[in-house]
């Protein structure tokens, strides 16, 4: 296992500031100083800052998000999910994001691979949301949407809607992860979403479980993802 990948599975942070950590020589690896993209076997004793690290067990946890939570560890004034976590989920990191003002399922995992599988585009990873507008969808801007699309500033966006119980409430499907795609989709044709809740992502699903809770997922479900 290289460097990087044991730094991120100890400590929960991303490859590339482990990395960061390595080039700073705040890293040694069995007395001697860490390099970039050296390769460690249990047999080596890592030392970051003086303090041994050691590999945590692979968790992965589905936590329906309530709205008013940012998904961030340092919420510059602002609630973050990791102030309802319990403090032994602290070490895991969020799949993709939710907006402050969106709910709904959030996975939570110190799997990098499983990330990797579930956010890379290649893998084209579906996720559902319950969305509600302040105003009835024309079946003009509903067909622009699914079909044409619609152009933002990183590029087109385009969503399958499934309309729900009126014109204003619709279930969208997508493929992507651009930063609040979905909320500037709409806006961009003059609506403004009033409610944006995940219930998929990929083939984990919030079912029942209560705002604010989390449940583990087994080895065997995530291997199959």
């Excluded at 509903?142 to 044409?148: C, E, K, N, P, V």
Aim: a positive charge; glycine letters at 8%; charged letters at 20%.
């Amino acid at each position: 296992m290289r460097i990087n990948q044991f730094i991120a599975q100890a400590t929960g942070l991303s490859r590339r500031k482990a990395d960061d950590i390595v080039k700073t020589g705040r890293v040694t690896i069995s007395g001697t100083n860490g390099a970039l993209g050296a390769v460690v076997t249990p047999q080596d004793v890592i030392l970051l800052d003086g303090k041994p690290l050691n590999i945590q067990a692979i968790r992965t946890v589905v936590f329906h998000k309530p709205v008013g939570y940012i998904c961030s560890r340092d919420g510059q004034g602002s609630d973050t999910i990791y102030d309802v976590l319990p403090y032994d989920l602290h070490m895991l990191k969020p799949v993709g994001r939710l907006d402050k003002n969106s709910s709904g399922i959030l996975l939570l995992t110190n799997d990098g691979a499983l990330a990797e599988k579930l956010t890379h585009p290649s893998q084209k990873k579906s996720k559902k949301y319950s969305v509600r507008l302040h105003k009835a969808l024309t079946p003009q801007d509903a067909d622009t949407i699914s079909s044409t699309g619609v152009t933002l500033d990183d590029g087109l966006s385009r969503l399958t809607l499934q309309p729900q119980s009126s014109p204003k409430s619709w279930q969208i499907t997508m493929h992507e992860g651009r930063n609040k795609q979905i909320r500037r989709t709409f806006e961009a044709l003059g609506y403004r979403v009033t409610h944006l809740h995940r219930t998929s992502f990929g083939p984990y699903k919030l079912d029942d479980l209560p705002t604010g809770a989390w449940t583990e997922c087994t080895p065997t479900a995530t291997d199959s993802v």
